[in-house]
């Protein structure tokens, strides 16, 4: 088969998921201005994509946040700089790897729930039967977690962050002997308002774009079990690279 | 008296016209089977009474009204009227019976708690099945969930309710049990039913009205008696089909 062939059907693949959720968000968000207003969904996704992904959010970040130090710490001794190593890792978890990682692990727990939760949803007709009943199941399904994920992706990249500079501090400090005074001193010295806010803005649009990735996958999902397995891994898949180039474009339009 | 009106509808998927203009009048508080072979869209049809699909061409005409005109929002008021009971129930498998029951008057009814809880089990009742109202659906047999699934479209009190397969793959003993229900209900509620079925003899025990859709078209419509001594070739196979079997098996 002419490679052409799947080069254009793969193109036409990516437009088209790229406009279905494009639209999906856009219909999913204007839905939240009218009622009826779903405050118990909303509390309830918030505590399924928030409250539930702490421990595996907190951990990874802890460890990101000691890998930094070593390996910039090794980096710095070279040239004697050691001693900004408390602000080139509050630096780096501030602006990329307190929002990144944060997003990439909610993806692979909260995401990867949602869309097999509506892929489920769809193969056995309830998505259908909400409709049926007279409820807008976007509105129902989709519109809450949107808002969910855009509340709690901020407060859990907070929370890495202070881990992660918390893992830094640990191995900087204690292991490898870098003053305390220094360590913090060096923090406040780089760290300005505009990088911690520029990470939480960043997962703000996380968890819109995670939601409506996987939201769409497992909403129009087709093809039995076998389907929404392929839907999920779609979802994880593009809700990844997407956080990634996202992050890419935001950092530009930032710094 | 009619109370859905289908003219000329015609539907494809992709290249393939499954609906080639089918003409169907759905009488008031009656049963009308619609009968057919596997793949002839039935289902189909059914999906389009209720706006799930939009028509290529035609109208479908309920309470004065076009339906296949109406928008999303507009839908709702109608959906509310027509009930739909899918082949497996589609039942919320995240929530038991009774809260299954409860979602439709939560979401559109201003009853009590207390209100919400005497209709659920008003309604469980009246399908047998109050027993199981804080089971779970994967807990439940293919019967038990057509029956709570039914529960749940009554709750709105709708003026019709359409059936897709209600007793396909169910035992001959829970057929009758599943269609003695829906008559029951019908009696007591005054429904319009609408039963997508291709079992032969139930739908001479039971229905009001007969149509048989073939090739895209409705090809026979009437009552039992019409149907019986229908001239058309693939009413005729599919009557000797079962009293094939019938004579095969005395």
Known sequence: ?255 | MEIIKIKDLKKSFNSFQVLKGVNLSIPSQEITFIMGGSGTGKSVLLKHLVGLLKPDEGEIWFENQDITKLSERELEKVRKKIGLLFQEGALFDSLTVAENVAFPLKEHTKLSKREIEAKVEELLSAVELLPAKDKYPSELSGGMRKRAALARTLALNPQVILFDEPTTGLDPVLQITIMDLINKIKETYGLTCVVISHDLILAFKYADRMAFLYDGVIVEEGPPEKIRASAHPYVQRFLESVFLENKEEG
């Open chain 1, 1 to 255: 088969m002419n490679p052409l062939f799947y080069l254009g059907r793969g193109f036409i693949k990516f437009l088209r998921d790229s406009g279905g959720i494009f639209l999906f968000f856009w219909q999913a968000f204007f839905y939240s201005f009218s009622p009826p207003y779903r405050v118990r969904l909303f509390i309830k996704h918030m505590e399924f994509i928030g409250v539930k992904s702490w421990l595996v959010v907190a951990l990874t970040a802890l460890f990101s946040g000691m890998v930094t130090a070593y390996q910039v710490h090794h980096a710095l001794v070279k040239f004697g700089g050691q001693s900004v190593l408390g602000g080139v890792v509050a630096l780096t978890l501030t602006r990329e790897l307190g929002p990144v990682l944060t997003a990439i692990m909610v993806v692979a727990r909260a995401g990867s729930a949602i869309t097999a939760e509506l892929g489920s949803m769809r193969i056995t007709e309830q998505i259908d039967a909400l409709k049926i009943m007279a409820v807008n199941p976007v509105q129902y399904l989709i519109t809450p977690r949107i808002w969910a994920a855009m509340i709690v992706l901020p407060l859990l990249t907070a929370m890495a962050d202070l881990i992660g500079i918390a893992g830094g501090y640990i191995i900087g400090v204690m292991v490898l002997g870098i003053d305390h005074g220094i360590f913090i001193a060096r923090m406040e010295d780089m760290v300005e308002l505009m990088d911690l806010m520029s990470g939480i803005y960043k997962s703000i649009f996380f968890g819109a774009f995670i939601v409506a990735v996987c939201g769409y996958k497992g909403y129009f999902a087709s093809g039995g079990a076998e389907g929404v397995g392929r839907a999920t891994t779609e979802a994880v898949v593009i809700s990844s690279v997407g956080i990634l180039v996202a992050d890419y474009i935001l950092t530009t339009i930032f710094f």
